[in-house]
């Protein structure tokens, strides 16, 4: 994942898919992963060993697929608690790499911090209209005091007075 607003945690790793491998390919470390190819039944094999999966590389002459994996995930699979389609559905671990200020910024603005992918750049979606960086607030006019007003009523000479 090359995109700039995250990057993996700690917590991932990178598991490996060979496909397209001799027959002869398998080895006790792999999950023989049903595929179909060409509408065919075939097979492709997972490693989530990074040391084992260049090892196997080259034995393999096929391709092969990279993917992203919860590292405490790939540990079950390696100690065979999890199968590889439990691996995967656990998904992986990104964090949010944009500045904590300015979204702190923004979110104090009443903003939500986000990416703006057409223009490559981090966003503050405001209520109204996405910003730069914060929510810009319209301020109210100024408050006109009311003035005090005199009522004179003909059947009374007093006079009250209205605020």
């Known amino acids: 994942m090359n995109s700039s607003p995250f990057e993996y945690t700690s917590n991932t790793q990178n598991a490996t898919l060979f496909y397209d491998c001799p027959p002869e390919f398998e080895h006790p470390a792999t999950w023989d992963f049903p595929c179909l190819k060409d509408g065919a039944p075939d097979h492709a094999y997972a490693v989530v060993n990074t040391s084992l999966a260049t090892e196997l590389l080259c034995r393999c002459g096929g391709g092969t697929v990279v993917i992203p994996v919860l590292a405490t995930t790939a540990q079950g699979f390696m100690n065979n608690s999890l199968d590889f389609h439990e691996v995967l559905d656990e998904g992986f671990e990104v964090k949010w790499t944009l500045e904590?200020?300015?979204?702190?910024?923004c979110a104090e603005s009443g903003g939500g911090c986000g990416y703006n992918w057409c223009l490559d750049q981090p966003g503050c979606y405001c209520p109204h209209k996405p910003y730069s960086t914060t929510c810009t607030t319209l301020k109210p006019p100024p408050r006109i005091a009311p003035t005090p007003t005199a009522?004179?009523?003909?059947?009374?000479s007093k006079k009250s007075s209205i605020n």
Do not use: I, T
């Open 151 to 156: 009522l004179y009523s003909p059947k009374s």
């Open 100 to 105: 904590e200020g300015e979204c702190r910024d």
